[in-house]
Protein backbone atom coordinates (compact mmCIF):
# COMPACT_ATOMS: atom_id res chain seq x y z
CA UNK A 1 0.00 0.00 0.00
CA UNK A 2 1.40 3.71 -1.15
CA UNK A 3 1.53 6.33 1.24
CA UNK A 4 2.87 9.82 1.80
CA UNK A 5 2.82 11.32 4.94
CA UNK A 6 3.53 14.69 5.73
CA UNK A 7 5.21 16.49 8.70
CA UNK A 8 6.87 19.63 9.87
CA UNK A 9 3.99 21.79 9.45
CA UNK A 10 3.22 24.40 12.05
CA UNK A 11 2.88 28.31 13.22
CA UNK A 12 5.40 30.57 12.60
CA UNK A 13 5.92 34.42 12.64
CA UNK A 14 6.13 36.22 9.11
CA UNK A 15 9.85 36.14 8.10
CA UNK A 16 10.48 32.55 9.35
CA UNK A 17 11.44 29.34 7.89
CA UNK A 18 9.79 26.08 8.39
CA UNK A 19 11.20 22.11 6.71
CA UNK A 20 8.64 20.31 5.05
CA UNK A 21 8.89 16.14 5.16
CA UNK A 22 7.01 13.76 3.10
CA UNK A 23 8.20 9.56 4.05
CA UNK A 24 7.05 7.60 0.68
CA UNK A 25 6.45 3.96 1.09
CA UNK A 26 5.00 1.26 -0.67
CA UNK A 27 6.89 1.99 -3.48
CA UNK A 28 10.26 3.06 -4.84
CA UNK A 29 9.70 6.82 -6.34
CA UNK A 30 13.04 7.61 -7.30
CA UNK A 31 11.89 7.50 -10.71
CA UNK A 32 8.63 9.24 -10.08
CA UNK A 33 7.91 13.35 -10.10
CA UNK A 34 7.25 14.29 -6.55
CA UNK A 35 5.10 17.17 -5.87
CA UNK A 36 3.94 19.69 -3.23
CA UNK A 37 0.56 21.45 -3.44
CA UNK A 38 -1.13 23.58 -0.77
CA UNK A 39 -4.68 24.49 -0.02
CA UNK A 40 -5.95 27.92 1.65
CA UNK A 41 -9.29 27.54 3.46
CA UNK A 42 -12.18 28.48 0.79
CA UNK A 43 -9.45 28.41 -2.14
CA UNK A 44 -8.41 25.41 -4.68
CA UNK A 45 -5.43 23.48 -3.84
CA UNK A 46 -2.50 25.32 -5.91
CA UNK A 47 1.03 23.81 -7.24
CA UNK A 48 3.36 24.84 -5.24
CA UNK A 49 7.08 23.03 -6.24
CA UNK A 50 7.62 19.37 -8.11
CA UNK A 51 11.20 17.81 -8.15
CA UNK A 52 12.01 15.14 -10.94
CA UNK A 53 14.00 12.13 -11.26
CA UNK A 54 16.89 13.97 -11.67
CA UNK A 55 16.46 16.38 -9.39
CA UNK A 56 15.71 19.31 -11.74
CA UNK A 57 12.56 21.57 -10.42
CA UNK A 58 10.18 23.52 -11.14
CA UNK A 59 8.53 26.48 -8.78
CA UNK A 60 5.10 28.69 -9.35
CA UNK A 61 6.01 32.56 -9.09
CA UNK A 62 4.84 32.87 -5.75
CA UNK A 63 7.20 31.04 -3.87
CA UNK A 64 10.61 31.50 -6.60
CA UNK A 65 13.77 32.32 -4.33
CA UNK A 66 11.86 31.50 -0.85
CA UNK A 67 10.94 28.00 -0.97
CA UNK A 68 13.17 24.79 -2.23
CA UNK A 69 12.01 21.44 -2.91
CA UNK A 70 14.64 18.42 -2.56
CA UNK A 71 14.83 15.03 -2.18
CA UNK A 72 16.80 11.60 -0.83
CA UNK A 73 16.04 8.88 -3.21
CA UNK A 74 17.76 6.53 -0.88
CA UNK A 75 15.37 7.29 2.10
CA UNK A 76 12.38 8.20 0.18
CA UNK A 77 11.72 11.31 1.14
CA UNK A 78 10.94 14.87 0.02
CA UNK A 79 11.81 17.92 1.20
CA UNK A 80 10.34 21.37 1.31
CA UNK A 81 12.08 24.06 2.91
CA UNK A 82 10.18 27.45 3.35
CA UNK A 83 11.83 30.87 3.75
CA UNK A 84 11.22 34.16 4.49
CA UNK A 85 7.31 32.83 4.89
CA UNK A 86 4.50 35.29 4.61
CA UNK A 87 1.23 34.99 5.77
CA UNK A 88 -0.15 34.45 2.48
CA UNK A 89 1.34 31.39 2.84
CA UNK A 90 -0.67 29.69 5.28
CA UNK A 91 -2.26 26.85 3.86
CA UNK A 92 -2.19 23.26 4.45
CA UNK A 93 0.30 21.71 2.42
CA UNK A 94 0.61 18.16 0.57
CA UNK A 95 3.14 15.84 -1.00
CA UNK A 96 2.15 13.76 -4.13
CA UNK A 97 3.74 11.36 -6.31
CA UNK A 98 2.60 10.21 -10.33
CA UNK A 99 3.45 6.93 -11.24
CA UNK A 100 4.70 8.33 -14.75
CA UNK A 101 7.87 9.81 -15.00
CA UNK A 102 6.98 13.14 -16.84
CA UNK A 103 6.45 16.00 -13.69
CA UNK A 104 3.65 17.93 -14.02
CA UNK A 105 1.78 21.22 -12.34
CA UNK A 106 -2.04 20.08 -12.35
CA UNK A 107 -3.46 18.38 -9.31
CA UNK A 108 -5.00 15.74 -11.20
CA UNK A 109 -1.72 14.29 -12.99
CA UNK A 110 -0.83 12.88 -9.36
CA UNK A 111 -1.33 9.42 -8.48
CA UNK A 112 -0.70 9.65 -4.70
CA UNK A 113 -1.06 11.94 -1.88
CA UNK A 114 -0.73 12.47 1.79
CA UNK A 115 -2.83 13.38 4.12
CA UNK A 116 -1.43 17.41 4.49
CA UNK A 117 0.55 19.71 7.01
CA UNK A 118 -0.78 22.99 8.10
CA UNK A 119 1.39 25.66 8.31
CA UNK A 120 0.24 28.96 9.48
CA UNK A 121 2.38 32.30 9.67
CA UNK A 122 0.77 35.44 11.70
CA UNK A 123 1.85 38.90 10.96
Known amino acids: QVQLVESGGGLVQAGGSLRLSCAASGRTFSSSPMAWFRQAPGKEREFVAY???????YYTDSVKGRFTISRDNAKNMVYLQLNNLKTEDTARYYCAARRATSPQIRSEEYDYWGQGTQVTVSS
Open 51 to 57: INWSGST
